[in-house]
Protein backbone atom coordinates (compact mmCIF):
# COMPACT_ATOMS: atom_id res chain seq x y z
CA UNK A 1 0.00 0.00 0.00
CA UNK A 2 1.13 3.36 -0.88
CA UNK A 3 0.63 6.30 1.77
CA UNK A 4 -0.09 10.16 -0.30
CA UNK A 5 0.14 13.06 1.87
CA UNK A 6 -0.65 16.75 -0.16
CA UNK A 7 0.54 19.67 1.04
CA UNK A 8 0.92 23.10 -0.72
CA UNK A 9 -2.75 24.20 -0.25
CA UNK A 10 -3.46 27.69 1.26
CA UNK A 11 -4.99 31.15 0.44
CA UNK A 12 -3.88 32.21 -3.20
CA UNK A 13 -4.75 35.90 -5.08
CA UNK A 14 -7.44 35.36 -7.90
CA UNK A 15 -5.35 35.05 -10.73
CA UNK A 16 -2.03 33.79 -9.38
CA UNK A 17 -0.22 30.41 -8.52
CA UNK A 18 0.60 27.66 -6.48
CA UNK A 19 2.13 24.29 -6.51
CA UNK A 20 0.67 21.34 -4.94
CA UNK A 21 3.06 18.14 -3.77
CA UNK A 22 1.89 15.03 -3.14
CA UNK A 23 4.60 12.48 -1.17
CA UNK A 24 4.17 9.01 -1.92
CA UNK A 25 5.72 6.47 0.47
CA UNK A 26 7.32 3.55 -1.17
CA UNK A 27 9.74 2.29 -3.28
CA UNK A 28 7.78 1.72 -6.47
CA UNK A 29 5.83 5.18 -7.34
CA UNK A 30 7.22 4.77 -10.47
CA UNK A 31 4.42 1.93 -10.78
CA UNK A 32 1.46 3.85 -9.81
CA UNK A 33 -0.58 5.88 -12.33
CA UNK A 34 -1.37 9.07 -10.37
CA UNK A 35 -4.17 11.73 -10.45
CA UNK A 36 -5.35 14.88 -9.07
CA UNK A 37 -9.30 15.75 -7.77
CA UNK A 38 -11.07 18.39 -6.25
CA UNK A 39 -14.25 19.03 -3.89
CA UNK A 40 -15.52 22.05 -3.55
CA UNK A 41 -18.46 22.59 -1.43
CA UNK A 42 -21.78 21.33 -2.32
CA UNK A 43 -19.83 19.27 -5.10
CA UNK A 44 -18.66 16.08 -5.76
CA UNK A 45 -15.55 15.16 -6.36
CA UNK A 46 -14.29 16.20 -9.25
CA UNK A 47 -11.11 15.03 -11.95
CA UNK A 48 -8.48 17.42 -12.41
CA UNK A 49 -5.07 15.61 -13.88
CA UNK A 50 -3.43 12.46 -14.01
CA UNK A 51 -0.55 11.63 -15.37
CA UNK A 52 1.14 7.97 -16.55
CA UNK A 53 4.06 6.39 -14.29
CA UNK A 54 6.94 7.25 -16.66
CA UNK A 55 5.31 11.04 -16.90
CA UNK A 56 4.55 10.63 -20.37
CA UNK A 57 0.83 10.37 -20.60
CA UNK A 58 -0.85 13.62 -19.08
CA UNK A 59 -4.26 14.02 -19.26
CA UNK A 60 -6.40 17.86 -17.89
CA UNK A 61 -10.04 18.77 -17.35
CA UNK A 62 -11.16 20.86 -19.96
CA UNK A 63 -11.60 23.34 -17.03
CA UNK A 64 -7.93 23.62 -15.90
CA UNK A 65 -6.85 22.68 -19.75
CA UNK A 66 -4.06 25.72 -20.38
CA UNK A 67 -3.71 26.68 -16.58
CA UNK A 68 -2.78 23.56 -14.71
CA UNK A 69 -0.28 21.17 -14.98
CA UNK A 70 0.76 17.66 -13.53
CA UNK A 71 4.16 16.75 -13.60
CA UNK A 72 6.08 13.83 -11.38
CA UNK A 73 9.48 13.56 -10.29
CA UNK A 74 9.98 9.26 -9.30
CA UNK A 75 13.63 10.26 -8.21
CA UNK A 76 11.48 12.20 -5.16
CA UNK A 77 8.39 10.01 -5.18
CA UNK A 78 6.37 13.54 -5.48
CA UNK A 79 3.29 14.18 -7.70
CA UNK A 80 2.83 17.73 -8.39
CA UNK A 81 -0.44 20.24 -9.63
CA UNK A 82 1.05 23.22 -10.82
CA UNK A 83 -1.90 25.77 -10.90
CA UNK A 84 -1.49 29.36 -12.42
CA UNK A 85 -4.52 32.18 -12.74
CA UNK A 86 -6.46 30.41 -9.92
CA UNK A 87 -9.96 31.86 -10.52
CA UNK A 88 -13.42 30.96 -8.93
CA UNK A 89 -14.43 27.63 -9.30
CA UNK A 90 -10.67 26.81 -8.32
CA UNK A 91 -11.24 26.80 -4.63
CA UNK A 92 -11.23 23.44 -3.11
CA UNK A 93 -10.08 20.66 -1.50
CA UNK A 94 -7.54 19.07 -3.56
CA UNK A 95 -6.56 15.54 -3.70
CA UNK A 96 -3.77 13.08 -5.39
CA UNK A 97 -4.55 9.64 -5.67
CA UNK A 98 -2.93 6.21 -6.81
CA UNK A 99 -3.44 2.65 -8.82
CA UNK A 100 -1.27 0.02 -9.92
CA UNK A 101 -3.20 -0.07 -13.08
CA UNK A 102 -2.63 2.16 -15.90
CA UNK A 103 -6.16 3.23 -16.82
CA UNK A 104 -5.50 4.72 -19.82
CA UNK A 105 -8.98 6.55 -21.12
CA UNK A 106 -10.31 5.52 -17.24
CA UNK A 107 -8.25 8.37 -16.18
CA UNK A 108 -10.81 10.38 -14.71
CA UNK A 109 -12.69 7.78 -13.11
CA UNK A 110 -12.83 8.23 -9.54
CA UNK A 111 -13.59 4.16 -8.81
CA UNK A 112 -10.45 3.45 -10.65
CA UNK A 113 -8.51 4.90 -8.52
CA UNK A 114 -7.17 2.80 -5.38
CA UNK A 115 -5.41 5.00 -2.76
CA UNK A 116 -5.97 8.75 -2.12
CA UNK A 117 -4.34 11.33 0.26
CA UNK A 118 -6.02 13.23 3.12
CA UNK A 119 -6.50 16.56 1.02
CA UNK A 120 -4.77 20.11 0.98
CA UNK A 121 -7.33 23.28 0.60
CA UNK A 122 -7.05 25.65 -1.97
CA UNK A 123 -8.55 29.23 -1.11
CA UNK A 124 -9.14 32.08 -3.69
CA UNK A 125 -8.61 35.66 -2.56
CA UNK A 126 -10.08 38.98 -4.34
Known amino acids: QVQLVESGGGLVQAGGSVRLSCAASGRTFSSYFMGWFRQAPGKEREFVAS????????RRADSVKGRFTISRDNAKNTLYLQMSSLRPGDPAVYYC???????????????????WGQGTRVNVSS
Open 51 to 58: VSGNGGNT
Open 97 to 115: AATMNDLGFLYSRRSRYDY
